[in-house]
């Protein structure tokens, strides 16, 4: 695994990274996102669906009331929300890992939620927002993964 830290600078930015990342995926893979309310991870998850292919980002919704969305792309994407997700047994109860998921990407915010969560991710994400228009995001993944992209540090600005 490679950490690579990374900055953008707008929503439109982080889109676009987001789509950067998303054409990397494949099905079975997991990416896990971690940062505070409002980071941007439902905009990082509309870019990673736009990169995927096949689905128009603006139709991604945050799923902290449903826990659970399922987006039709050229891989299927389940986008998963631990915030309310106090327990392993709350953890269970939603069934969002239940089925295979070998065939579909899996993406889980605030994937640090809950103690004791069985979670591994083949893309970690973190994004920290140190001011309204500045996302920082520190990415964690395989270095096949990385050098397919060919990403570099590098800003978005848009």
Do not use: Q
Request: proline residues 6%; hydrophobic residues 35%.
């Amino acid at each position: 695994m490679k950490s690579l830290r990374l900055k953008t600078h707008s929503p439109e930015g982080t889109i676009e990274l987001g789509s950067i990342l998303g054409s990397g995926l494949k099905a079975g893979d997991t990416v896990l996102l971690t940062g505070d309310l409002g980071a941007g991870k439902t905009t990082f998850v509309k870019g990673l669906c736009l990169g995927i292919g096949g689905f128009h980002p603006d139709r991604v919704k945050s799923p902290s009331f449903t826990v659970v969305n399922d987006y039709i792309c050229k891989i299927p994407v389940r986008h998963v929300d631990l915030y309310r997700v106090d327990d392993v047994e709350d953890f269970e109860t939603i069934g969002a890992f239940d089925e295979d998921y070998s065939s579909r990407i899996t993406v889980v915010e605030w994937a640090d939620k809950g103690p004791g969560l069985p979670l591994s991710g083949d893309l970690s994400v973190s994004i920290a927002d140190p001011n309204p228009d500045e996302r920082e995001f520190t990415i964690l993944a395989d270095d096949n993964l990385l050098i397919s992209l060919n990403l570099k540090p590098f800003s978005v600005r848009n």
